[in-house]
């Protein structure tokens, strides 16, 4: 148990569903982190929130949509996504202006049919 | 644009062996740097960080060196233990620590016993 936790471990959704991931650290970090994971792609970085203000990733499409109502939660809001967002999406935290490490929380397994 | 490649992809050696993992970053530029260790299925566990100013990190079996001018760091494992299969991620941290994190692409491990 690295102390940050996810939730669900597995989701399957239609193209048309809304559904939410969740993220919890237990660390007292004041910085959580996206990551999406697609298969034989490197790790990428989709948002940042520290302090609890966003620093954004352009790059990633709006159909995703991060929420951090305190420095310990962290959402990731889906809609109408694509079959080619299926991956595993994780959530770390770490100290921003202390250690610095990352502490990942296992994943959520995500299917879009 | 900061691009991590790692070498080789994918390992494959006898208990007991000594081996290092080989990474590679284009801007030197950079905060700091974290070896992560990914089992299937899992989230990452971060092995070691090494900050931009540091040259070396230990821990346990593990050792982490980092040469900035050249944009390289390798990762030597002691006397590997089959425990020790897992993917090997490298990743860097951006100048103001956490704005951009580049994660190379991975090096798959198996130690046979």
């Known amino acids: 148990e690295t102390g940050v936790t996810q939730t669900p471990r597995h989701l399957v959704m239609g193209m048309t569903n809304k559904k939410s991931l969740k993220c919890e650290q237990h660390?007292?970090?004041?910085?959580m982190y996206w990551y999406k994971q697609s298969a034989k792609k490197p790790l990428e970085l989709m948002f940042v929130?520290?302090?609890?203000?966003?620093?954004e990733n352009n790059s990633v499409p709006s159909r995703f949509s991060p929420e951090c109502p305190n420095s310990s939660h962290l959402f990731l809001h889906l809609h109408t996504l694509q079959p080619e967002d299926s991956a595993l999406y994780l959530c770390?935290?770490?100290?921003?202006?202390?250690?610095?490490?990352?502490?990942f929380g296992p994943g959520t397994r995500l299917t879009v049919l | 644009k900061q691009e991590v490649t790692q070498i080789p992809a994918a390992l494959s050696v006898p208990e007991g062996e000594n081996l290092v993992l080989n990474c590679s970053f284009t801007?030197?530029?950079?905060?700091?740097l974290q070896w992560f260790r990914q089992d299937p299925g899992k989230g990452l566990t971060s092995l070691l960080l090494?900050?931009?100013?540091?040259r070396e990190q230990t821990s346990g079996r593990l050792n982490a060196s980092l040469d900035k001018s050249s944009g390289r760091s390798t990762l030597y494992i002691a006397a590997s233990q089959p425990g020790d299969s897992a993917t090997y991620l490298c990743?860097?941290?951006?100048?103001?620590?956490?704005?951009?994190?580049?994660f190379g692409p991975g090096t798959s491990l198996s130690v046979i016993p």
């Open positions: 770390a935290s770490s100290q921003v202006g202390g250690a610095d490490t990352q502490y």
């Open positions: 660390l007292g970090h004041n910085a």
């Open positions: 929130y520290s302090l609890e203000e966003r620093v």
């Open positions: 801007d030197s530029a950079i905060y700091n």
């Open positions: 090494i900050q931009s100013s540091q």
């Open positions: 990743a860097v941290n951006g100048e103001t620590s956490y704005d951009k994190v580049i």
